[in-house]
């Protein structure tokens, strides 16, 4: 092959993946420029609230998670706890909460293995036909909630085009490689999904912080209506920006959600197979080729790696990929981390793990190997 063909088979992919990341960030930071300095927007007219929680088997997480939904400002607001299946004490929890709050709380138990392949999707289609508000909010039994959570995301629906909001995350911290490396992994992936959305092409969340309005969801037939998925959240998030509803991203500290880590690689890997998957095969082209095109790039990046020394020309691939996974790990680190020094000295050597470990879950959802979710092996 002629060094100049070569050459550009290469530069040209690698110049692409770096300008999608460039403006990448540049939808990251238009999202704080709304938050900080925002338009004149009309007053927010009152609006009833409900808060979905669907857990399995979360007896050691859920009772914090309870308590910081007592301590939100927003009073008055619903709560509907779905019990999806639990083999523990988690329904009794949850009934114990009830019995304490009985006027605002409800409490859904499943206990049949539900017909679809996410039984996560399904249960959270009972929470919502259970709730009664037209501001539906989610969050997971293994977080925990700032106090001004829900006074943080409503503001948003005072524009009637907002249909849904998602904010920021933080991991627990935790000891070990594996809890400082999700602490660097989950707002890294964020910005991704922050990023889109700022751009005004949506297409990803996490659903432990999310509000969406209640019409926005009927509109798209529920949580059944998403069709078969594997990441419901992301689902929605793609469904709603199809029909022409607004999808901000609120960027302030006050409503960060803290959740915990995956305890072990196996259950870290699992996880990442679960939304890599989801995420590579989504329903919507839109999101499924882009998303390919950044996965598959830096699945060939890592591969060329040993090549280098051979053929240096193919060095411009890995570079391109750090330089791109590193432009959006530095920002979430620069807006979001309190230890900033710390998170910097670590930014490179994280960077390149996380280059190799979606090298990892990447040829896995390509193989669709099967993940387990919520008690449940599933298969793309």
């Known amino acids: 092959m002629p060094l100049a063909v070569l050459l550009y088979l290469l530069a040209v992919p690698s110049a692409l993946i770096v300008l999608i990341h460039l403006a990448l960030c540049c939808g990251v930071l238009r999202n704080v420029a709304r938050d900080r ?4 927007r009309p007053a927010a007219a009152a609006k009833s609230v409900a808060v979905l929680v669907a857990a399995k088997d979360e007896q050691e997480a859920l009772p914090q998670l309870l308590a910081s939904l007592e301590a939100q400002t927003v009073p008055g607001f619903q709560v509907v706890l779905v019990d999806d299946r639990s083999t523990d004490r988690t329904g009794q929890i949850m009934e114990g909460f009830r019995a304490r709050h009985a006027e605002r709380v409800q409490v859904v138990h499943v206990r049949e293995e539900p017909a679809i392949r996410n039984p996560k999707q399904a249960a959270l289609e009972l929470g919502y036909r259970a709730a009664h508000a037209e501001i539906l909010a989610f969050t997971d039994a293994d977080c925990v909630l700032p106090p001004e959570w829900l006074a943080g995301l409503l503001p948003y629906f005072a524009d009637p085009r907002v249909g849904i909001v998602f904010g920021q995350l933080a991991l627990a911290r935790a000891g070990g490689f594996l809890g400082r490396f999700q602490a660097y992994d989950q707002p890294l992936i964020h910005q991704w999904n922050s990023g889109t959305a700022g751009l005004g092409i949506p297409g990803s969340c996490f659903g432990n912080n999310l509000a969406a309005r209640r019409a926005v969801v009927e509109q798209v037939g529920g949580f059944l209506g998403l069709g078969d998925t594997l990441t419901e959240d992301a689902a929605l998030v793609t469904a709603a920006a199809k029909r022409g509803w607004r999808v901000r991203v609120c960027t302030r500290r006050s409503a960060m959600i803290v959740t915990r880590p995956q305890p072990s690689w196996r259950a870290f890997l699992n996880q990442h197979l679960r939304w890599n998957t989801g995420a590579f095969y989504h329903q919507d082209l839109g999101t ?55 998170y910097l000295l670590r930014l490179a050597p994280y960077t390149l793990f996380f280059m190799a470990f979606y090298l990892l879950a990447t040829v896995l959802s390509m193989l669709r190997l099967t993940t387990e979710w919520k008690g449940r092996w599933i298969r793309e």
Do not use: E, H, K, Q
């Not at 300095?37 to 004149?40: A, G, L, M, N, S």
């Open 37 to 40: 300095w925002p338009r004149r």
């Open 288 to 342: 499924r080729w882009p998303y390919r095109f950044i996965v598959l790039f830096l699945t060939v990046s890592v591969l060329a790696i040993p090549f280098c020394p051979l053929v240096p020309l193919l060095t411009v691939l890995p570079v391109a990929s750090f330089i791109a996974v590193g432009m959006m790990g530095f920002l979430a680190g620069l807006l979001y981390r309190s230890d900033r020094t710390a």
